[in-house]
């Protein structure tokens, strides 16, 4: 079966870590860019990071840079979003995205 699945979303409190990582079966993911998106509950779906097929080159959304990072490790067809200094504003339902290929999400609480 050809699919994404995230996994590592959680409760967190503000100012925590998490580690979100996006495995993928069935097909590899060295060859294409990855993206990371976020749909906030009553928003649209908006996009978060992306990282290019050799890991080379990223690129992450103002409201987020400087706290999270994207990386991949294409030896485990994984990519991963470290979230540091989380905010309340960060939760949300996490995808990984590659190609026409969407994850299922994994929710992002943050939350005293």
């Known amino acids: 079966q050809l699919q994404l699945v995230e996994s590592g979303g959680g409760l967190v409190q503000p100012g925590g870590s998490l580690r979100l990582s996006c495995a993928a079966s069935?097909?590899?993911?060295?060859?294409?860019?990855i993206g990371w998106f976020r749909q906030a509950p009553g928003k649209e779906r908006e996009w978060v990071s992306c990282i290019s097929s050799s890991g080379d080159n990223t690129d992450y959304a103002y409201s987020i840079k400087g706290r999270f990072t994207i990386s991949r490790d294409n030896a485990k067809n994984t990519a991963y979003l470290q979230m540091n200094s989380l905010k309340p504003e960060d939760t949300g339902v996490y995808y990984c995205?590659?190609?026409?290929?969407w994850g299922q999400g994994t929710q992002v609480t943050v939350s005293s």
């Open positions: 995205q590659s190609g026409a290929f």
């Open positions: 069935g097909f590899s993911l060295h060859s294409a860019a």
